[in-house]
């Protein structure tokens, strides 16, 4: 007849740690609005971790790169005609606004 193998207290103890801390961790941290996994990956060390795959996409990050590049310089090329524009109605205004007080005088 085989023989039931029982846990001791302390076995129990340690086991509901393991499993609780963890939780209590992730939940206070996490409460106060904090990265909870950033203090541990800062505490691994670089070596531990395993280098991403340069391969794995078919779009490079260079090409994604360039690609927000040139949507940021056509948007500053639009932002910089519509100052233009703006620019020459503020001055289109004062103008008449002039116009308007030499004839009221």
């Known amino acids: 007849m085989a023989t039931k193998y029982k846990m001791t207290g302390c076995a129990r103890f340690l086991i509901f740690l ?3 801390l963890p939780l209590v961790y992730f939940g206070v941290t996490y409460f106060r609005g904090e990265n909870p996994i950033e203090p541990i990956k800062q ?3 670089e070596s531990w971790v395993k280098e991403k795959s340069t391969s794995s996409g ?3 990050e260079y090409a994604i790169l360039n690609g927000k ?3 940021l310089e056509q948007a500053n090329e639009e932002l910089r005609s519509e100052i233009k524009d703006l620019k020459k109605m503020v001055k289109e205004q004062e103008q008449e ?4 007080k030499s004839t009221e005088n």
């Open 43 to 45: 505490v691994i060390p």
């Open 97 to 100: 606004i002039q116009s308007l």
């Open 18 to 20: 393991v499993v609780f």
């Open 69 to 71: 590049i040139k949507t």
């Open 58 to 60: 078919t779009i490079s």
